[in-house]
C-alpha cells in the first residue's frame, strides 16, 4: 500500500504583492532617498534618538508613494 501523499488540502497561501511592491524595486538609490528622508524626520523631531524604525519606515512610505506617482502619471 502506497502512503498518502504529502500534497496541501487547499491552494497554498502565497503573499499578495501591490502594484507598487511590483513596480518599484529596492535600489541603492532608492535606499538613499529612504535614508534621507529618515534623516529629515529625525531632525525635525529635534533629534530626539530611539524612533530610528519608525523614521524609517514612514520615509520609505513617503518615497515610494511619491515614486509610484511618477510611474503612474
Known sequence: MKPASMKPAGPTANP???P???TIKST????????RR???LYE???RDHGHDLADWLQGES???QQKSKGIGA
Open 16 to 18: 499578495r504583492r501591490t
Open 20 to 22: 507598487t511592491m511590483m
Open 28 to 35: 541603492p538609490d532608492l535606499q538613499e532617498q529612504i535614508r
Open 38 to 40: 529618515a534623516y529629515k
Open 44 to 46: 525635525q523631531r529635534g
Open 62 to 64: 513617503e518615497v515610494t
